[in-house]
């Protein structure tokens, strides 16, 4: 299995640090059009052929191997079939953009308070979308942050568009950020974001390498920490899991492969080359 080699130079010192000393090394993954193909029905979702076994395979060589996604970390246990990799010490999963964690130490799920704003925002929703134009749209209610899909509508980006600002208004009214994603807007908690949930992990390691899979507006945050991780002396790697509606992520990043299938490729690639 051949080992693609990132485009940039950074990128390319970030796998050979990781290549080095795998022990020293973080590699963190999003859920959704990362580990698993994007889906109309969020509740649908399921992990990519081959995924958890490659995961698998990957965290018993790597120093840490983490999900870190924008859903409850209930729902990643519940969708992703994750078998023997969820009791693997090297493994953890982060919810809610941080807000919540699950791994092998606790064996449970640790969340921070629910903030207030955001029950207050979730019961104005079903009077903001009770509109002709609006049919189709679905709220997901994520306990600490609530998400506003729009894949499902008669026309996904007018309505979109449409709730955009109504729905920004209704987050600084309850000292929410409103934050974008591939057909979907989502309100949560401002500073709540994957790229210090990421730099805790890196920093709770102590590793000296680190890498981030993303497909997303939300993952931007993160590839923001790689940034900063390499300016204070930790290797680092941004990979795209490539897609046309995020021309802003594959811009910054290092490598993009094919979706799900090109970052199981990839995974397939990195553990032939560490075992």
Same mark, same amino acid.
């Given at each position: 299995?051949? #080992?693609?080699?990132?485009?940039?130079?950074?990128?390319?010192?970030?796998?050979?640090?990781?290549?080095? /000393?795998?022990?020293?090394?973080?590699?963190?993954?999003?859920?959704?059009?990362? #580990?698993?193909?994007?889906?109309?029905?969020?509740?649908?979702?399921?992990?990519?052929?081959?995924?958890?076994?490659?995961?698998?395979?990957?965290?018993?060589?790597?120093?840490?191997?983490?999900?870190?996604?924008?859903?409850?970390?209930?729902?990643?246990?519940?969708?992703?079939?994750? $078998?023997?990799?969820? @009791?693997?010490?090297?493994?953890?999963?982060?919810?809610?953009?941080?807000?919540?964690?699950?791994?092998?130490?606790?064996?449970?799920?640790?969340?921070? !308070?629910?903030? !207030?704003?955001?029950? @207050?925002? /979730?019961?104005?929703? !079903?009077?903001?979308?009770?509109?002709?134009?609006?049919?189709?749209?679905?709220?997901?209610?994520?306990?600490?942050?609530?998400?506003?899909?729009?894949? /499902?509508?008669?026309?996904?980006?007018?309505?979109?568009?449409?709730?955009?600002?109504?729905?920004?208004?209704?987050?600084?009214?309850?000292?929410?950020?409103?934050?974008?994603?591939?057909?979907?807007?989502?309100?949560?908690?401002?500073?709540?974001?994957? $790229?210090?949930?990421?730099?805790?992990?890196?920093?709770?390691?102590? @590793?000296?390498?680190? @890498?981030?899979?993303?497909?997303?507006?939300?993952?931007?945050?993160?590839?923001?920490?790689?940034?900063?991780? /390499?300016?204070? $002396?930790?290797? $680092?790697?941004?990979?795209?899991?490539?897609?046309?509606?995020?021309?802003?992520?594959?811009?910054?990043?290092?490598?993009?492969?094919?979706?799900? !299938?090109?970052?199981?490729?990839?995974?397939?690639?990195?553990?032939?080359? #560490?075992?």
């Amino acid at each position: 299995m051949v #080992l693609r080699t990132p485009d940039s130079a950074a990128g390319a010192a970030g796998l050979a640090a990781i290549l080095d /000393r795998p022990r020293e090394a973080s590699l963190a993954f999003d859920f959704d059009g990362v #580990l698993s193909p994007i889906v109309a029905d969020p509740g649908q979702s399921r992990p990519f052929p081959g995924m958890v076994a490659a995961l698998g395979r990957l965290a018993e060589l790597i120093g840490s191997v983490s999900i870190i996604t924008g859903r409850p970390v209930e729902a990643v246990l519940r969708l992703g079939d994750l $078998g023997d990799l969820a @009791a693997l010490e090297h493994f953890a999963i982060f919810g809610l953009y941080g807000m919540q964690r699950w791994d092998w130490e606790s064996r449970s799920v640790v969340s921070e !308070p629910v903030p !207030p704003g955001v029950a @207050a925002a /979730r019961a104005e929703l !079903p009077a903001l979308l009770d509109r002709p134009h609006l049919r189709g749209v679905a709220v997901e209610d994520k306990a600490m942050s609530v998400a506003v899909h729009t894949r /499902r509508a008669d026309e996904p980006q007018a309505a979109l568009e449409a709730l955009r600002e109504p729905l920004r208004e209704l987050a600084g009214r309850h000292g929410l950020a409103l934050e974008p994603g591939r057909m979907v807007l989502e309100l949560r908690p401002p500073g709540v974001d994957k $790229g210090h949930a990421l730099e805790a992990i890196v920093g709770r390691h102590r @590793a000296r390498s680190v @890498a981030y899979f993303g497909d997303d507006l939300g993952d931007l945050a993160a590839f923001d920490a790689v940034e900063r991780l /390499r300016e204070a $002396g930790v290797a $680092g790697l941004k990979v795209c899991s490539g897609s046309d509606e995020v021309p802003q992520l594959a811009a910054r990043a290092d490598l993009i492969v094919d979706g799900p !299938p090109g970052v199981l490729e990839f995974l397939e690639g990195l553990n032939e080359r #560490l075992k």
